[in-house]
């Protein structure tokens, strides 16, 4: 799946402050309620705050990557948070983290699901991407960034996680 297909413009918020991961987290759900109406914030809020009870989500280098499955969708829907200052997320490599890629999958998870994921981790752990993505300055920049480095990256992406 393309990554326009799961991330909308609305989703996306550049410079925002999150006083806490927990903080963060809420402000994830709101923008992921942007693109599935019929789900509310707390529902995904109290998902991610279970997922991250579980293990912390953070991907290293600055990005954290929470995401949790919920009952009612059927497709992966996505959020991206750029903060303005960066928070503790409880990383492995115990840098603080600045940049926030959200995830909500259907409950039941199909190879194409696991796909957006691999798609995903794999585009966040390029630096040169997390570098231009720190660089943008406005939502609309950041969509932008993510979404021209996802055009490029996903076939590359679909032919390791096929074996092809």
Do not use: W
Not at 82 to 91: E, M, N
Not at 130 to 135: I, M, P
Not at 142 to 153: E, K, P
């Amino acid at each position: 799946m393309l990554l326009e297909e799961i991330i909308n413009p609305d989703a996306v918020l550049c410079n925002a402050n999150a006083r806490s991961k927990k903080h963060c987290l809420e402000i994830l759900s709101e923008l992921l309620v942007r693109s599935q109406t019929d789900i509310g914030a707390d529902d995904i809020f109290a998902s991610l705050i279970e997922r991250e009870r579980l293990g912390c989500t953070s991907l290293e280098a600055g990005v954290a990557f929470p995401h949790c499955r919920v009952e009612g969708i059927d497709r992966c829907i996505a959020a991206m948070i750029k903060l303005s200052d960066p928070i503790d997320f409880d990383a492995t490599d115990g840098e603080p983290v600045d940049l926030v890629f959200g995830l909500v999958v259907p409950r039941e998870v199909t190879d194409s699901h696991h796909d957006d994921i691999t798609m995903i981790t794999g585009l966040l752990s390029d630096a040169e991407l997390r570098s231009r993505l720190r660089e943008a300055t406005s939502s609309s920049a950041l969509y932008g960034t993510l979404i021209d480095a996802g055009s490029t990256a996903a076939p590359d992406q679909l032919q390791t996680v096929h074996g092809n």
